[in-house]
């Protein structure tokens, strides 16, 4: 069974840093490509970063480019998203994705993914 589990949310005052995580099990992680996602109150779930199953290639949001940084490491199954230069905007629930893949491609659409993970909060105070 896979399973999928986000960590490392929390509140945060404008400007501050969080690192989440999500650990995976029940599947081959090296195999898979992965992404994180977020979805606000009354809002759509949005893409926020994504990475290669290499590793090799990452891509991101436009409102997140240049603050946050996905990351993943195969040994420990874990796929990690440093955010830095929090904004009350990125308050929301995150969500990590994984997706089968055979080639070294990122992917950015929620219904191109496999899996997902049950959410970790994220709150920006201004």
């Known amino acids: 069974q896979v399973k999928l589990v986000e960590s490392g949310g929390g509140l945060v005052q404008a400007g501050g840093s969080l690192r989440l995580s999500c650990a995976a099990s029940g599947l081959t992680f090296s195999t898979y490509a992965w992404g994180w996602f977020r979805q606000a109150p009354g809002k759509e779930r949005e893409f926020v970063a994504a990475?290669?199953?290499?590793?090799?290639?990452?891509y991101y949001g436009d409102s997140v480019k240049g603050r946050f940084t996905i990351s993943k490491d195969n040994a420990k199954k874990t796929v990690y998203m440093q955010m830095n230069m929090l904004k009350p905007e990125d308050t929301a629930v995150y969500y990590c994705?994984?997706?089968?893949?055979?080639?070294?491609?990122?992917?950015?659409?929620?219904?191109?993914?496999?899996?997902w993970g049950q959410g970790t909060q994220v709150t920006v105070s201004s």
């Open positions: 990475i290669s199953r290499s590793g090799s290639n990452t």
């Open positions: 994705a994984a997706k089968y893949s055979v080639l070294s491609e990122y992917y950015h659409y929620p219904d191109q993914y496999n899996y």
